[in-house]
């Protein structure tokens, strides 16, 4: 089936032309065609546990924060300890509006250098990405600059032959580079900037290269035997396997950091401290504990539990599936969801209310899939 032209209601990404010429299924995602799938959903996850998928993410807002005093300003909105961030490192954190709603998840890399002076860079959702730039417009002090760098693609490479692969184009790349870290990089006249991350669970790059040159290094990383593209129906599923909470469907201005399994995100320091966007409500859910938790779920036989699947023990109500789908890697159908937390042990076992049908389930620890990532001094 023909999915969006570029003359449909959708903007169209700078790698639009290459993706149909890959052979892509595009469908609107986030006001953006997308790939959908190459060929096959369960094709590319596999491919992508195996060896590597490239996906293009450049829908999501890349933002850079600069200026004197940019990491107090960030510091006053997000969770994390921006000031034990060192240049070069990337954390994991949140958006919180002043009741501890999550507005937003996101990565954010220390840039700072001589020549940048104070500098963050902050990549955000796609359909999240403008209430993003006004919320934290808002609230940034004035001599603080924003900039949303819409002249950029992102490209992320996933899977445990990645490293090789970008080895061979970028020669060098891989040498005392490791999880959560970031670097710049040259790729003939082209600036690039890589940090190693991973929401397949795998390990794994992203790659923010000039709009205009997006195509040459998909191209040249696609060329190695390793990698092939893959669309947003492997991401999906890869992402779900790896236990990582998307925004828009686990994450919520409805939901809070505590509750979402998210409190890793809170470091140490602003625990004590507090002085983040939504302090008082997300320090006191996690001093008191969380009402609900989003857990794993676990089901029988072949038929998927999908986002909105109600959850029972016995007759009782008790939480929600908010992502779900067929685990190719396990097997079976996996879920995540939220429940009471009375009901959140692991080994609970609860049913998903499907269509007409109770089906059986059992809460499972996250992630489903083990992850391996290339973290520095691990074995």
Same mark, same amino acid.
């Given at each position: ?39 096959g959903i369960v094709a590319e996850h596999e491919w ?18 600069? @200026?004197?005093?940019? /990491?107090?300003?960030? !510091?006053?909105?997000? %969770? #994390?300890?921006? &000031?034990?961030?060192?240049? +070069? *490192? ?107 991350? @991973?929401?397949?669970? /795998?390990?794994?790059? !992203?790659?923010?290269? %000039? #709009?205009?040159? &997006?195509?040459?290094?998909? +191209? *040249? ?9 893959a669309g947003l129906g492997a991401r999906d599923s ?8 998307l925004y828009g469907h686990d994450l919520s201005l ?126």
């Open positions: 089936m023909a999915g969006p032209s570029a003359t449909d209601d959708v903007k169209t990404l700078p790698l639009d032309a290459w993706h149909r010429a890959q052979g892509a299924r595009m469908v609107p995602f986030a006001g953006y065609a997308m790939p959908l799938q190459y060929e992508t546990r195996e060896r590597a998928g490239l996906f293009d993410v450049s829908h999501m807002g890349q933002l850079v924060v600069t @200026g004197e005093g940019a /990491e107090e300003a960030l !510091e006053a909105i997000l %969770p #994390a300890d921006i &000031a034990a961030l060192k240049p +070069g *490192r990337v954390r994991y954190s949140l958006l919180l509006d002043d009741n501890g709603g999550i507005v937003d998840d996101l990565m954010v890399t220390n840039w700072s250098s001589d020549e940048a002076g104070e500098c963050y860079g902050l990549v955000v959702n796609g359909a999240t990405k403008h209430g993003d730039i006004a919320f934290l417009a808002e609230r940034l002090p004035d001599h603080i600059t924003l900039t949303h760098r819409v002249d950029r693609a992102l490209l992320a490479l996933q899977g445990p032959a990645a490293a090789q692969a970008l080895e061979r184009v970028l020669r060098g790349v891989n040498e005392d580079f490791y999880f959560m870290q970031a670097r710049a990089w040259e790729f003939g006249m082209l600036d690039l900037e890589i940090t190693r991350s @991973g929401y397949t669970g /795998e390990d794994g790059y !992203e790659i923010s290269v %000039p #709009a205009e040159h &997006a195509e040459t290094l998909a +191209g *040249r990383l696609c060329a190695e035997l390793e990698v092939k593209p890869l992402r779900l396997e790896a236990g990582l909470p409805d939901t809070d950091p505590v509750s979402a399994g998210l409190s890793f995100a809170i470091s140490k320091r602003r625990r004590t401290e507090g002085g983040f966007s939504g302090a008082d409500r997300v320090l006191s859910v996690l001093e008191k504990g969380a009402e609900k938790r989003l857990v794993g779920l676990e089901l029988e036989g072949r038929l998927p539990a999908r986002e909105g699947a109600l959850l029972y023990a016995g007759d009782e109500e008790v939480g929600v599936v908010t992502s779900g789908g067929f685990s190719p890697t396990r097997g079976h159908p996996i879920a995540m969801g939220y429940v009471l937390a009375g009901h959140a042990g692991e080994g609970t076992a609860l049913e998903a209310q499907v269509r007409n049908k109770r089906l059986p389930t059992r809460v499972t620890k996250l992630p489903f899939v083990k992850q391996n990532y290339h973290r520095k001094g691990a074995a």
